[in-house]
């Protein structure tokens, strides 16, 4: 198609717009490709890189073995972790091997009961050219967990060093906003604010979420996992969801939730196109779920729009942010934020989705 648009013409003009206009989107695919190529074969000599990891504990010095290395790349044209490529995991001496895909890479080094690291491979403002001092072969991991790709040699060896973790108990209570103890809530422990998903703490190299359920007394007993940032939940229906910090309590403390009861207002949602406002049937709303790999929040729902884009009656509570997850096919999702004092029933709260 562009070698057509080459020959044509000045008696030839109105051709070669009306072929412009017809075909802008595929030769704009055309042309960024042979770019994407040129780029790649002219740099392809110097982003990729064979190198050993050898993981070892940051107290002993001894290696440890099981620990995964998963490789986030930046290769031209794929920006995200490969979702199916496997782990390079390390054996008895602590060793690993694989290869530098990208001059601007990041590698994840997750075992369970160590702290996670994430090491920057860092290109050096020369780009590709050779550096002036000579290559190393072995490359302990300084404190700012970045190093320079053309410092390494071929088959370089990089030490990493992981952190134990250390346990300590904490009593967390929960109560309402009157004092009184939240007997049969559930306490939900983490330490971390985005997992992708329920039970994905392992494939992360985090300790496994803790779900305890509140006694007559209001209190239950947790461990929390030094260094690591840690998270206290609390959850019970019709009253808000409350979270706190907690790593950073005294050993042999006692961490407090305040749950508020909840006022509801009933109504109903009405999404539609946000360039046509045309309503969107079968349009998927939910409340109660962030991505924080903590369970749904028991007050939370999912319903779906009729072929009006409305949804049936749903219960929306007065929470400081009231946030609904909205998402159709053919769309972006979006998180919509409510005030809660400007709802009113009877009369349908719009959404707006925007087309992908």
């Known amino acids: 198609m562009i070698a057509k648009m080459l020959t044509l013409g000045t008696g030839d003009m109105r051709r ?35 190198v050993q990891i050898r993981v070892m ?96 040699a071929d088959r370089a060896r990089l030490d990493v060093m992981l952190l134990p973790l250390r346990a300590s108990p904490l009593r967390v209570c929960v109560r ?58 609390a959850r019970m229906a019709g009253f808000a969801p409350a979270r706190i910090r907690i790593d950073r309590e005294p050993d042999g403390g006692t961490a407090t939730l305040e749950m508020r009861r909840l006022q509801w207002k009933k109504s109903t949602l009405r999404v539609v196109d946000a360039r046509t406002d045309a309503p969107i049937a079968g349009a998927q709303v939910q409340f109660g779920k962030e991505l924080d790999g903590v369970p749904r929040d028991p007050n939370g729902w999912v319903v779906a729009c009729d072929a009006q884009g409305i949804t049936p009656p749903v219960d929306l509570p007065n929470l400081d942010q009231l946030v609904l997850t909205v998402s159709a096919k053919g769309y972006r999702s979006a998180r919509c934020v409510m005030q809660w004092a400007s709802i009113r029933s009877g009369r349908p709260t719009e959404l707006v989705l925007e087309r992908r």
């Open 16 to 50: 070669s717009r009306f072929v412009e206009r017809g075909d802008r989107q595929s030769s704009t695919r055309w042309i960024l490709f042979t770019i994407g190529v040129a780029i790649v074969m002219s740099v392809g000599a110097c982003i990729s890189k064979p």
């Open 57 to 152: 504990r940051a107290d002993t010095g001894s290696p440890i073995e099981g620990a995964e290395i998963r490789q986030h790349g930046a290769r031209f044209l794929r920006f995200l972790p490969r979702p199916n490529a496997k782990p390079s995991v390390t054996g008895a001496d602590g060793m690993a091997s694989l290869v530098l895909d990208a001059r601007g890479t990041s590698l994840a080094v997750l075992c369970q009961g160590f702290v996670p690291v994430q090491v920057s491979i860092v290109p050096e403002p020369r780009g590709c050219a050779e550096p002036s001092k000579p290559t190393a072969l072995e490359v302990t991991v300084p404190d700012d967990l970045c190093v320079p790709f053309e410092s390494l």
């Open 176 to 233: 309402d906003e009157h004092g009184e103890s939240m007997a049969g809530a559930m306490v939900v422990v983490e330490c971390s604010l985005f997992l992708p998903s329920d039970g994905a703490e392992a494939a992360w190299g985090l300790p496994a979420a803790q779900r305890l359920t509140v006694g007559s007394d209001g209190c239950v007993q947790v461990q929390r996992f030094h260094p690591l940032r840690a998270y206290a939940y």
